[in-house]
C-alpha cells in the first residue's frame, strides 16, 4: 500500500531558507541546497519550496537554486509561491518540480487550476490553503496568511478540486508555528469533503503529534513541517521509526 | 552512450539529471542517426496514452524504435512509456502501441476498490515477481514512487515486480532486450538510480 508522506517544507527568500513562526518574524537558517540533500539522505518522501521572494531577480534566484536541487535530489519536489499563471507552472516544471502548488493566485482566479490541470494533469496542481477560523467557520486567507478572504474554506477546497487540484495542503493559521499538534478537527473537517490526498500542515511540535495525526485520521496523506525538521528537534529517521512501531505505514 | 528519446513529452529534465548522476553518458534526443548508434534507448512520458502515440507515430519514431529492439537492442520504458511498450491501451478508447510485449494497458478504476484514491499517487514496495537484470541492485520491498491511473494487463510472461494497491499493479516489466517500469526511477531515490545504473551497465550473463 502507499505510504505515509513525511514532507519538509522549506520557504525560500533571496536564495536562502527561512521559516517564521505564524508566518511572521522570520529568520535565516540554511542553505537550500544543502538542506534538500540532507533531507533526501534522511528518509523525506517529498520536498515542498515555498518561493516568498516577491522581486524579479528573487524569483530568478529562486528558479536557479530549484534547478540545483532537481539536478542532485531525485524525489519528488512540490514548488510553491508566486505562482499566478500558466507560464508560472512552465517555469518551475522546467527546472524539475513534479507538483506546482497554488494559493492566493487561484484565489485571484479560480480558472488557473482547471488550465493547468487540463495542461498538465491533475496529479500535477496542488490547491494549498490558509485557512484560520474567524466567527465560527473556516476562513481562507491569502497573501501568506495576511488577508481574510471572506470565502468558507471547505467550500473553496471542494471548488478547487472539482476544478482539478489533484492534491490539498491544509495549512492552519491557528495552530502554525505553536507546536501543540496538528489541526486535527480543521483536517478532518477537510478530508470528509474531498477524495484527494489531503497534506497537513501547521502544528507539528514533536514525533507523537505525527503519531497523532495519522492515528486519528487515517485519511491524511502527509504530514509537512518545516521549523521542527531545520532546527534539527525531529530527525526525519527518528520519526520514521516511530512511525513505524505505531503500525503507521512508511517508506523506511 | 544511452539516447533518451524525446517526442515532445513530458519534461525530461529530472531523467536526464538521474542518468549523468549515476555517471551515465546520455543524450536526450529525436535524431534518428543518434538513436540508431545509441547502446541503449529509453523511452520516457508522461500524459495521455492517445497523444503520446500519436506523438510518436507523427515523429516516426515508432518504426525507428520498433527497429532497433527487433535488432536486439537494450530499450527501457518509463511510466507512460513503459505502457506504449505494449499492444494496446484502453485509455479513452482503443489505441495501439509499440507492441514489444504482450498485454494491454487497462484502467485501475473497477478493479482497486472504490474507496482507494485514482491515480496510484506515492511509495510504494516492489514486489519481485522473478529474478531480473532490471532489479537486480535492489530488494524486494524497496519503494519506489508511482503516479498512474492505467496499469499493463495479461503481461504475465514479462512482468518482474508488482505493487499491492487495492490489486496487484504490474510495476516493472523485463523480456529479452525490452524492459520498463510504471514508475519513476528519477524520483524514487536511491533505490531508483539503482535501477537505472542497472539498466545503463553492461547486462550480466
Known amino acids: 500500500m502507499i505510504t505515509k508522506r513525511i514532507i519538509p517544507c522549506l520557504d525560500i527568500k533571496n536564495g536562502r531558507v527561512v521559516k517564521g513562526t505564524n508566518f511572521q518574524g522570520l529568520s535565516d537558517v540554511s542553505d537550500p541546497v544543502a538542506l534538500a540533500s540532507l533531507y533526501s539522505t534522511s528518509g523525506a518522501d517529498e520536498l515542498v519550496f515555498y518561493d516568498i521572494t516577491a522581486s524579479f531577480e528573487g524569483r530568478k534566484l529562486f528558479t536557479d537554486i530549484l534547478c540545483r536541487v532537481a539536478s542532485q535530489i531525485f524525489i519528488p519536489l512540490t514548488v510553491g509561491g508566486g505562482i499566478n499563471t500558466v507560464e508560472d507552472f512552465d517555469r518551475v516544471l522546467k527546472c524539475g518540480a513534479d507538483k506546482v502548488s497554488v494559493n492566493s493566485g487561484a484565489i485571484r482566479n479560480p480558472m488557473l487550476i482547471r488550465d493547468a490541470a487540463r495542461k498538465y494533469g491533475n496529479q500535477c496542481v496542488v490547491l494549498s490553503a490558509d485557512i484560520k477560523r474567524v466567527d465560527g467557520e473556516f476562513r481562507v486567507f491569502a497573501k501568506g496568511g495576511r488577508e481574510d478572504t471572506g470565502m468558507e474554506a471547505i467550500g473553496w477546497i471542494k471548488q478547487g478540486v472539482a476544478l482539478g487540484a489533484g492534491e490539498v495542503v491544509v495549512n492552519s493559521i491557528d495552530t502554525d508555528g505553536v507546536k501543540q499538534g496538528f489541526d486535527l478537527d480543521m483536517l478532518r473537517a477537510v478530508c470528509d469533503a474531498v477524495n484527494v490526498p489531503v497534506i497537513a500542515s501547521g502544528g507539528a511540535g514533536s514525533m507523537a503529534h505525527f503519531v497523532e495525526l495519522f492515528k486519528a485520521i487515517p485519511d491524511i496523506d502527509a504530514g509537512l513541517a518545516a521549523s521542527v525538521f531545520h532546527f534539527g528537534q525531529i530527525a526525519i529517521p527518528d520519526l520514521k521509526r516511530e512511525l513505524q512501531n505505531n503500525d503507521i505505514i512508511v517508506r523506511i | ?205
Open chain 2, 1 to 205: 552512450m544511452i539516447a533518451v528519446i524525446d517526442y515532445g513529452v513530458g519534461n525530461l529534465f529530472s531523467l536526464r539529471s538521474s542518468l549523468e548522476k549515476i555517471g551515465a553518458d546520455v543524450t536526450v534526443t529525436s535524431d534518428v542517426s543518434i538513436i540508431e548508434s545509441a547502446d541503449k534507448l529509453i523511452l520516457p512520458g508522461v500524459g495521455a496514452f492517445a497523444d503520446a502515440a500519436k506523438k510518436l507515430r507523427d515523429s516516426g519514431l515508432d518504426a525507428v524504435i520498433k527497429e532497433q529492439a527487433a535488432a536486439g537492442k537494450p530499450i527501457m520504458g518509463i511510466c507512460l512509456g513503459m505502457q506504449m511498450l505494449f499492444e494496446k491501451s484502453y485509455e479513452y478508447g482503443e489505441h495501439e502501441g509499440l507492441g514489444l510485449l504482450k498485454g494491454s494497458v487497462v484502467p485501475m478504476a473497477g478493479v482497486i476498490p472504490a474507496e482507494l484514491k485514482i491515480p496510484h499517487i506515492g511509495w510504494n514496495a516492489l514486489r519481485f515477481k522473478r529474478g531480473s537484470n532490471l532489479l537486480r541492485y535492489i530488494k524486494d520491498g524497496d519503494f519506489v514512487y508511482f503516479v498512474h491511473s492505467y496499469y499493463a494487463a495479461d503481461c504475465a510472461d514479462s512482468v518482474i515486480a508488482a505493487a499491492e494497491y487495492g490489486a496487484e499493479l504490474t510495476a516493472a516489466v523485463e523480456r529479452g532486450n525490452v524492459c520498463g517500469c510504471q514508475f519513476h526511477p528519477e524520483k524514487s531515490g536511491d533505490v531508483g538510480l539503482a535501477i537505472l545504473k542497472a539498466f545503463c551497465e553492461e547486462e550480466k550473463t
